[in-house]
Each structure stands twice: as structure tokens, then as C-alpha cells.
């Protein structure tokens, strides 16, 4: 079974800055890679997938990137509404696998 | 526009068993594989298995094998989960979600439906 590694577990950043996630996997998953976007008492929302594209409505401030086994969740000029718990996802095997989780919080 | 809307709050007793009813509108049921996840209280997300609703076929995360059960019913457009022998940390909101358009993850999401289990 995959196992997927995200890191840091929380970010702080100014607003206007820029976050970096990372997510690791213990082998190849290919590009079938999503990041998802977890508000408090909400379900979850697709924002990545296929490590790089973004889903219908996202905006272009969410950008992802990476390959095979390390991808990365870049998110440009930070905002209070940006802040949220963000998880990868590996689709590539079943289990499809979630990473623990990075919390954004804005200072 | 795509909607999945899920069955209520539930609370059960150890032991017990919880069905979970997830309605798909807003396109063709047929099309699209569902998947349920579940999120213990202040944890992260957990993949339990996925259910073609063309054919009924599934396939479970080896943790659930065996206590849980994806049933679909085409007729109402609907998805239903089953878990059984349910514990104490199986208090859980438990998420259905179908395939995005172009993949085979997770694009939209019910509202989720807290399981609770206590004695």
C-alpha cells in the first residue's frame, strides 16, 4: 500500500505571501496525483488532479507540480479565505491513499 | 448541476450495524464510479472503497473487507454504504463522492453524514 507523506503538518504565512506543500509518496504514482482543500465543517474540495491540472472553478493562484514520487501544492498570495486544511491524494493504486494532511493558517 | 445528497445523522450502539444512502442528480448515475470516505473527529481523510453503479461491482480497502458492504440502487440513483460490527472508533462523518469528469478521484462530495457509536 502507498504511503503518502505530506509536509510540513502546519504553515503560517502572511497574507500576500506564498505557501509551498509537499507531499511524498513511498513509490510511483505516476501523475495521478489530486489535491484536495478541507475547510472547518466542510467536505472536501478538488482543486488538483493529474498532479497539475485544476479543477473546474479553481483559481489560477493554486498550482501543482511534480512526478512519480514527490509533488508539490503551490498557492500564490495568500489570503484569510485560503486558510484550510489541504490533503493529497494518490489515485494511481487502489487503496487510493490520502496524505495526513497540511494546515494552512494565515497570520 | 451535480448533486449528491446523503441520509441523516445516525448514533448506534457497538456492535451494530449503519446503512449510509448517498443520491446522485444531475447526470447520468451509469456514468460515474462513487467512492466513500470517512473522517474520524479531528483526523484525517480515509478511503474505504469505490462502486461501479453500472454493474454494482466494488472494491474495498482491506481494512473494511468483510464488514462492509457498497450496494447501488439505478432505479433512484442512489448508493448506499453498510458497515457492520460497528465500534466506538467507527464515529466517523462518512462522505460519498463521485469520480471527477476526467478521472478516476474524487470530484464531488456529498454532505456527509455523521456516524456516531457509543454505548
Known amino acids: 500500500e502507498v504511503v503518502l507523506t505530506q509536509s510540513p503538518a502546519t504553515l503560517s504565512v502572511s497574507p500576500g505571501d506564498r505557501a509551498t506543500l509537499s507531499c511524498r509518496a513511498s513509490q510511483s504514482v505516476g501523475s495521478n496525483l489530486a489535491w484536495y482543500q478541507q475547510k472547518p465543517g466542510q467536505a472536501p474540495r478538488l482543486l488538483i488532479y493529474g498532479t497539475s491540472t485544476r479543477a473546474t472553478g479553481i483559481p489560477a493562484k493554486f498550482s501543482g507540480s511534480g512526478s512519480g514520487t514527490d509533488f508539490t501544492l503551490s498557492i500564490s498570495s495568500l489570503q484569510s479565505e485560503d486558510s484550510a486544511v489541504y490533503y493529497c491524494q494518490q489515485y494511481n493504486y487502489w487503496p487510493q491513499i490520502f496524505g495526513g494532511g497540511t494546515k494552512v493558517e494565515i497570520k | 448541476q451535480v448533486q449528491l445528497v446523503q441520509s441523516g445523522a445516525e448514533v448506534k450502539k457497538p456492535g451494530a450495524s449503519v446503512k449510509v444512502s448517498c443520491k446522485a442528480s444531475?447526470?447520468?448515475?451509469?456514468?460515474?464510479?462513487f467512492h466513500w470516505v470517512r473522517q474520524a473527529p479531528g483526523q484525517g481523510l480515509e478511503w474505504m472503497g469505490i462502486i461501479d453503479p453500472s454493474d454494482g461491482t466494488t472494491h474495498y480497502a482491506q481494512k473494511f473487507q468483510g464488514r462492509m458492504t457498497m450496494t447501488r440502487d439505478a432505479s433512484t440513483s442512489t448508493v448506499y454504504m453498510d458497515l457492520s460490527s460497528l465500534r466506538s472508533n467507527d464515529t466517523a462523518m462518512y462522505y460519498c463522492?463521485?469520480?471527477?469528469?476526467?478521472?478516476?478521484?474524487?470530484?464531488?462530495w456529498g454532505q456527509g453524514t455523521l456516524v456516531t457509536v457509543s454505548s
Open positions: 463522492a463521485r469520480d471527477q469528469d476526467f478521472g478516476g478521484n474524487p470530484g464531488y
Open positions: 444531475g447526470y447520468t448515475f451509469t456514468g460515474y464510479f
